[in-house]
């Protein structure tokens, strides 16, 4: 089974910072990795899939990179509407999610 | 417009078997490379996947579930279900589908989820 690890699970940023967020895998997927958004109360969101293609409708200030065990999200310019859980997702083998990463204003 | 709407019992008791019904519009799970799968999230926890079912009818199983799963899907691939057997209070979460349209891309449009309680 593939893992995913967030070891980080809350970042405190402030609005205007650029935050970046950190997954890892246990076993090389390439680039079949995917970031996904959530607000409380929400449905999941997909922004970004093959580490760094952003969905349509995601804005250009969220950034996806890496490949093979390593990748990150970074969210530029910090707004209120980005304050959420960011969870990464490996799709190589079926598909398995990390634990998620919460964001919150200091 | 691409939709899917998740529906369930909201409550059932231990060691039932749990249906789920994920009805979508805007797409055709009859086109190739089309998939839909289950995922869950129980409360305050991250998602895991369950179960999918692709364009050819072709169906595929989380390893940790797999023998209390069975994933389907209506003639006019309007519709997937999903059942759980034999469920207990861990399987308390709520019950999200969700669709990928193509190989090499992952879940673009999701349902709203629908919550599911497990207690006698």
């Known amino acids: 089974d593939i893992q995913m690890t967030q070891a980080t699970s809350f970042l405190s940023t402030s609005l205007g910072d650029h935050v970046t967020i950190n997954c890892r895998s246990n076993?090389?997927?390439?680039?079949?990795l995917a970031w996904v958004q959530q607000k409380p109360g929400k449905a999941p969101r997909m922004l970004i899939h093959?580490?760094?293609t952003l969905l349509p409708g995601v804005p250009a200030k969220l950034e996806g990179s890496g490949s093979g065990t390593d990748f990150s999200l970074t969210v530029r310019n910090m707004e209120s509407q980005d304050i959420a859980m960011y969870y990464c997702?490996?799709?190589?083998?079926?598909?398995?999610f990390g634990a998620g990463t919460k964001l919150e204003l200091k | 417009q691409v939709t899917l709407k998740e529906s369930g019992p909201g409550m059932l008791q231990p060691s039932k078997t749990l249906s789920l019904t994920c009805s979508f519009s805007?797409?055709?799970?009859?086109?190739?490379?089309?998939?839909v799968s289950w995922i869950r999230q129980p409360s305050g926890k991250s998602l895991e996947w369950l179960a999918a079912?692709?364009?050819?009818?072709?169906?595929y199983y989380n390893p940790s579930l797999k023998s209390r799963l069975t994933v389907s899907k209506d003639t006019s691939n309007t519709q997937v279900f999903l059942k759980i057997t034999s469920v207990d209070t861990a399987d308390t979460a709520t019950y999200y589908c969700?669709?990928?349209?193509?190989?090499?891309?992952?879940?673009?449009?999701w349902g709203q989820g629908v919550m599911v309680t497990v207690s006698s």
């Open positions: 969700a669709r990928r349209r193509s190989p090499g891309t992952s879940f673009d449009y």
């Open positions: 805007g797409f055709s799970l009859s086109t190739s490379g089309m998939v």
């Open positions: 079912i692709d364009w050819d009818g072709d169906k």
């Open positions: 076993k090389d997927i390439n680039k079949y």
């Open positions: 093959f580490a760094s």
């Open positions: 997702l490996q799709y190589s083998e079926q598909y398995t």
